[in-house]
């Protein structure tokens, strides 16, 4: 009798399992939630802005504005005895750079989206303060030509490097309502580099003499069209705008892959065969030149069809060759090469930007521009520094060049992007009806 009763129990508990077991008849399966390496589903305001803030509280600490002498440490607040031995104040960043350049267009944009003013204030102070000691150290530089002090780089310009993405966002600054400071002394003289002192090739083509005689630097495009493009609006001369065109176009003739929808990153003169190297960045570059330049470009100018055509065919690119994580690789193409964070944050802003503008189809591009920004957002620290953004990179034509650039949470070029990526997506997510529907994100108009 004992026997029979366990039996009995082992059969019941047999047929217990069997009713909830799993499968295909007994459960829906494809609700079953994915194992995802990153967060999946639609970004929230608050998180988005949580991040933003992080990354503010960092950098407002750490980009102090003041002057110091370098050999006795004590501040200098009175600008009329600045010398050779005037410096910034130490911080984590340099206060005048590209990088931060477009980190000051990045606060800017996080006000105009969060309705914060303590993004913009940051750039406000920080470029009033530029325009404050500018002219003293135009005074030394009479003194002493041959000087070599903390704005050098400034009144003399070697490069379209120190020039573009200050200028575009001193220009931005500069026609906010109740600005105060006077940019427009280092305005002129970073527009009068770009357009009349810059390497050229015979064609206008902006280029540079390194690494090599004649090189074509994708990222130049950035380095000078914004600012271009920025003084057509701030001048009302079309000079500028047809500059800004031409450079578009005559890079993209020579350095853009249909078949990949990529750029290459460097381009010579005289090469008759041109290694390809996708570097992300410059890619990131490239796409965000596009879109900043057809923010302002009139409508009616003669080369904005084929920017706007170009900017499509190269989102689409970039688009085909996003991982499932949601970053792109260092060189875009080679998925073996480590995963990038500040060009994953251009591509965030450039694409949700030309979503929000109406240059590409939300519903084709939102998810994944979602899942950009949720990648992005997994690398901004406790303490709000930009984890996994590649160091200042020159030119290369061989893979060790790129796949060994080191990463590091002081490379400046990573939180302007951040920035930038985070305050469009709040635009987005603001105006775009953002969904799941049977597990998968989606865009309804």
């Not at 991040?51 to 200098?76: F, G, Q």
């Not at 060189?331 to 030309?354: G, K, M, P, V």
Request: with cysteine; hydrophobic share 40%; net charge neutral.
């Amino acid at each position: 009798m004992k026997t029979t009763l366990t039996a009995i129990l082992i059969l019941a508990a047999s047929f217990g399992m069997q009713a909830q077991k799993v499968n295909d008849s007994t459960s829906p399966l494809h609700l079953m939630k994915p194992a995802y390496d990153t967060p999946y589903g639609k970004p929230e305001v608050k998180g988005i802005t949580e991040v933003l803030d992080r990354i503010y509280t960092y950098l407002d600490i750490t980009t102090p504005m003041a002057l110091i002498n370098k050999e006795t440490l004590s501040e200098v607040t009175d600008y009329s005895k600045v010398d050779e031995n005037t410096i910034f104040k130490p911080g984590d960043f340099r206060l005048v750079s590209y990088e931060w350049g477009v980190t000051y267009a990045g606060m800017l944009l996080a006000t105009e989206t969060t309705g914060d003013a303590k993004y913009a204030t940051y750039t406000k102070n920080r470029l009033k303060f530029l325009a404050e000691i500018q002219p003293w150290f135009a005074k030394l530089d009479q003194k002493q030509p041959d000087a070599r002090h903390a704005m050098a780089r400034v009144l003399h310009p070697h490069a379209l490097d120190d020039c573009g993405a200050m200028c575009a966002a001193m220009i931005k600054t500069q026609q906010i309502a109740g600005f105060d400071g006077d940019l427009k002394p280092m305005i002129n003289t970073f527009a009068d580099y770009i357009s009349t002192k810059e390497f050229r090739f015979a064609d206008r083509t902006l280029a540079r003499n390194r690494p090599l005689p004649n090189s074509l630097w994708l990222d130049d495009l950035f380095m000078s069209v914004p600012a271009l493009a920025q003084m057509g609006k701030y001048t009302g001369e079309k000079k500028y705008f047809d500059d800004a065109v031409k450079q578009v176009l005559q890079f993209s003739n020579r350095m853009f892959n249909p078949e990949k929808g990529l750029f290459m990153h460097g381009w010579i003169l005289g090469m008759d065969e041109h290694p390809q190297f996708h570097w992300a960045r410059a890619n990131g570059w490239a796409v965000m030149t596009m879109v900043e330049l057809l923010e302002v470009l009139p409508d009616n100018h003669a080369g904005r069809v084929k920017v706007l055509d170009l900017l499509r065919k190269h989102i689409r690119g970039l688009a085909n060759y996003q991982t499932s994580t949601g970053f792109w690789h260092q060189l875009i193409d080679r998925n073996d090469s480590y995963l990038e964070t500040s060009a994953t944050a251009i591509y965030t802003y450039s694409i949700a930007r030309a979503i929000n503008k109406g240059y590409v189809d939300a519903a084709v591009y939102g998810p994944m521009v979602c899942l950009a920004w949720n990648a992005v957002a997994s690398k901004v620290n406790d303490k709000g520094e930009v984890e996994g953004t590649c160091v200042g990179t020159g030119m290369g034509f061989d893979p060790a060049f790129y796949y060994y650039r080191p990463v590091n949470v002081y490379a400046a070029h990573g939180y302007g992007p951040v920035l930038l990526a985070g305050a469009e997506m709040i635009q987005l997510i603001k105006t775009q009806k953002i969904e799941i529907n049977d597990s998968a994100l989606q865009l309804y108009k």
